[in-house]
Every structure is written in C-alpha cells, then in structure tokens.
C-alpha cells in the first residue's frame, strides 16, 4: 500500500492521468473476478496462491477479449548440491540456503523449498549445518490466518509421510497475530532414500 502510494504520487507529479495505477487488496474472490472481468482492464498482475492465480488466470483467458496475466505464485524451488560442492563449501552453501529460505517468514516465492544433498558425510553436513541456523532464528509475522492453516496443514501431512524426519524442533510463537517459526513454520524435514 504504501509503494502504490509513492507511485501514485509520482505518476501524478509527473502529469500521469489520475488513476493510471490502482492498487486493490482483498480476500474476497468476488472483487478480483469483477476486476479481472471489466473490459476497462487490459492486464492483470496477480501475487499469492497457485489456485487463486490458476482461477484468475482462467478468467482473463476467457474474456471475449483475452488479456495477459502476470502471476507470481506459490511455487517450490529445487537446490541441487553435488558431492565437491558440499565437501568444499557446505557451510557457506548452508548458511545461503537458511538465510534465503527464512526470508519474509518463507513467504517469497522465489525462496528455495527443497535442498537436495548428496548422500555421505559433506551432505550430512551441510543439513545439519541448516537445521541448526533455523533453529536460532526468530519467529515472523504471516500475511494472513489462510497462510498459517495451510502452512500448519502441510507440514502436519509432510510430517506423516513414510521416511520423513523433522531436522529442527518447533520454537514458540508469539499467540497474537499470524506468526511463524522457522524450523515448523517451513517444514524443514529430511527424506532418506530408503535402501
């Protein structure tokens, strides 16, 4: 809200037309379809969940005008580690990919969401080393109670499923408000090849 307000500004500064950027919050699916629908829009930007984003991208799609969509959504992003790599500089590739992951309590979709490592020493390693760089950082705040149910809801699943090991224990979360901790709140679990 307050980066459309800056631009807004500055769009009017410039002798921009009013209204030349609008910038619409909300959670009612409603709102978006009709936004999406209107034949004064030309194109639609769109952050937040796949299946928002696959509805929406529908609705521009079948306009009796179609009109391009924009979406940055919810993904999982692989880091492939090879055997010299995690040997040569495990720490430093763990430190990056904990730092990176917590960023914006997880909630940024170019984050990285699974860490393949090598099997043997440097892999174990290095998932160690990220278990423990999780474990001491703080809780964060989420956007909303429908990220905190379907982040709580993933990780239940991902925590029931057959070779799965949780490499760091929950941390405490402050009660008001949305919040994550790192370690639960990124279902940060290691799967063994089962041999």
Not at 26 to 49: C, N
Not at 122 to 128: K, P
Not at 140 to 160: K, V
């Amino acid at each position: 809200a307050r980066c459309a307000r800056v631009v807004t500004e500055a769009a009017r500064r410039a002798g921009a037309p009013d209204h030349l950027l609008s910038l619409v919050q909300t959670s009612a699916p409603d709102v978006s379809r009709a936004l999406v629908e209107a034949p004064e829009i030309q194109a639609v930007a769109f952050t937040g969940s796949l299946g928002v984003g696959r509805l929406l991208f529908d609705v521009a799609a079948r306009r009796a005008q179609p009109i391009p969509f924009y979406g940055e959504l919810g993904s999982v992003n692989p880091v492939f580690v090879g055997t010299a790599a995690a040997a040569a500089r495990g720490e430093a590739i763990a430190d990056g990919f904990a730092a990176s992951m917590t960023m914006g309590t997880g909630q940024f979709c170019t984050k990285p969401g699974i860490l393949c490592l090598p099997p043997g020493d440097a892999g174990d390693r290095l998932l160690d080393r990220v278990g423990a760089q999780l474990a001491v950082r703080d809780p964060g705040p989420l956007l909303n109670a429908g990220l905190r149910a379907s982040l709580d809801t993933t990780i239940q699943r991902t925590a029931r499923a057959n070779g799965v090991r949780e490499v760091t224990s929950a941390r405490a979360v402050p009660d008001a408000g949305f919040f994550a901790a790192p370690p639960s709140a990124l279902a940060f679990f290691a799967l063994r090849e089962s041999k």
